[in-house]
Nanobody, 115 residues
Framework: QVQLVESGGGLVQPRGSLRLSCAAS????????MGWYRQAPGKTRALVAV???????NYADSVKGRFTISRDNGKNTVYLQMNSLKPEDTAVYYC?????????WGQGTQVTVSS
């Protein structure tokens, strides 16, 4: 069983920045792939950024060049640095990962981009 706990969401103005954190209850080296999804009101949950099983990173086209996913294996934490935020980035952001083909989700953290 793996628990994922997100933090770092909040209200930010357009063009601002936020860093989300996802703390795992066990070693993230065994959680592959691992990354972030988001769900905006009235929309389906969509992939934002992920560490793939091959060790590379993938990003949604809408966030390329603005968001960066990173990890600290020593802290069992994955981060999502979000820069140049836009109102359309407003969503609940979920941490996600797989271990031994079982998928795990965090509870989500709200990000609201508004002036």
């Amino acid at each position: 069983q793996v628990q994922l706990v997100e933090s770092g969401g909040g209200l930010v103005q357009p063009r601002g920045s936020l860093r989300l954190s996802c703390a795992a209850s066990s070693s993230i080296s065994s959680i592959v792939p691992m990354g972030w999804y988001r769900q905006a009101p009235g929309k389906t949950r969509a992939l934002v950024a992920v560490f793939t099983s091959g060790g590379s990173t993938n990003y949604a086209d809408s966030v390329k060049g603005r968001f960066t996913i990173s990890r600290d294996n020593g802290k069992n934490t994955v981060y999502l640095q979000m820069n140049s935020l836009k109102p359309e980035d407003t969503a609940v952001y979920y941490c996600w990962g797989k271990r031994n083909i079982v998928a795990y989700w965090g509870q989500g953290t709200q990000v609201t981009v508004s002036s």
